[in-house]
């Protein structure tokens, strides 16, 4: 069974810092690809940034390249997000997700995921 966590998230001001883990348990990381998923009020879930099992494939949505870095260590069997020069519309509640079987191109689809964590709010605001 694919047990995700996540944790990290919070209250930070415009241009601060978070980083996001997912703390996975109930399966073999090293063969699961993991995205990350964000869902604003009245807004649909979008892919954020996804991650190859090995680590050696990444994406990011265009709304965050060059703000936010995805990064696993399989050995903690933790994914982490870290999220920079954060902006007020990048408040959301994050969530993880898992899938062993995923075509990279579409990792930012959440309909590909299998598993997911319950979600971290994450708050941009003065």
């Known amino acids: 069974q694919l047990q995700l966590v996540e944790s990290g998230g919070g209250l930070v001001q415009p241009g601060g810092s978070l980083r996001l883990s997912c703390t996975t348990s109930g399966f073999t990381l090293d063969y699961y690809a993991i995205g990350w998923f964000r869902q604003a009020p009245g807004k649909e879930r979008e892919g954020v940034s996804c991650i190859s099992s090995s680590g050696g494939s990444t994406a990011y949505a265009d709304s965050v390249k060059g703000r936010f870095t995805i990064s696993r260590d399989n050995a903690k069997n933790t994914v982490y997000l870290q999220m920079n020069s954060l902006k007020p519309e990048d408040t959301a509640v994050y969530y993880c997700?898992?899938?062993?079987?995923?075509?990279?191109?579409?990792?930012?689809?959440?309909?590909?995921?299998?598993?997911w964590g319950q979600g971290t709010q994450v708050t941009v605001s003065p």
């Open positions: 997700a898992a899938d062993r079987y995923i075509v990279f191109r579409r990792c930012l689809v959440r309909e590909e995921y299998d598993g």
